[in-house]
């Protein structure tokens, strides 16, 4: 099955910004909701930000106001516009491509190092 790519990951100063992108070419991109989640050392894959088929966004409370996904159905892209990054923010983070019967496709992951 194709995964999805990230890219843009790397290491930011506390209240830099990052800007991720995932590009998928598994499947239908328009039909499929698109997530970010992450993962940091010792602790369980979080979601970070999902994006549904018609736009939709919802944020995890810790980043709120801070962090921004969109999606590009035209380029099958999503991305991810972290501001204000602190270093709890550090992280392995990863696309998901989400169907509409609920079959989840990941990506390899991209590493955030956010230092204080």
């Known amino acids: 099955q194709v995964q999805p790519v990230e890219s843009g990951g790397g290491l930011v100063q506390a209240g830099g910004s990052l800007r991720l992108s995932c590009v998928d070419s598994?499947?239908?991109?328009?039909?499929?909701?698109m997530a970010w989640y992450r993962q940091a050392p010792g602790k369980q894959r979080e979601l970070v930000a999902h994006?549904?088929?018609?736009?939709?966004?919802t944020y995890a409370d810790s980043v709120k106001g801070r962090f921004t996904i969109s999606r590009d159905n035209a380029k099958n892209t999503v991305a991810l516009q972290m501001n204000s990054l602190k270093p709890e923010d550090t992280a392995a983070y990863y696309c998901?491509?989400?169907?509409?019967?609920?079959?989840?496709?990941w990506g390899q992951g991209t590493q955030v190092t956010v230092s204080s």
């Open positions: 598994g499947g239908i991109f328009s039909r499929n909701a």
């Open positions: 998901a491509a989400i169907s509409p019967s609920g079959y989840s496709r």
């Open positions: 994006i549904s088929s018609n736009d939709i966004a």
